[in-house]
């Protein structure tokens, strides 16, 4: 009866490497889709912040010409204006 109850061990301790295998590489596709996720969001963190900065050059472009500092800001209809405030307002 004990080589049975040996076998059945053997086979219990096979099955149970194997799930250990498997939780590895599950586990280590986990982190991997952490990392990538992190870079992910540092990326979008860094274009936002681009992003930002351009809009607050736009809109101080946008109140240069609105206050006819620009040369050519007189030039600009009265829908111009309005563009600049909708970028902003979007976004915010």
Do not use: H
Request: charged share 35%; with cysteine; net charge negative.
């Amino acid at each position: 009866m004990i080589p049975t109850y040996g076998r059945v061990l053997s086979a219990i301790e096979k099955a149970l490497w194997k799930l250990v295998e498997e939780y590895q590489g599950v586990r280590k596709s986990l982190q991997d889709l952490v990392k990538g996720q992190e870079r992910n969001t540092a990326q979008l963190e860094r274009i936002g912040a681009a992003m930002e900065q351009k809009w607050d050059w736009l809109d101080k472009e946008n109140r240069k010409e609105e206050s006819g500092d620009d040369a050519e800001g007189s030039k600009a209809g009265p829908g111009e204006s309005q563009k600049g405030g909708t970028l902003s307002s979007v976004f915010c």
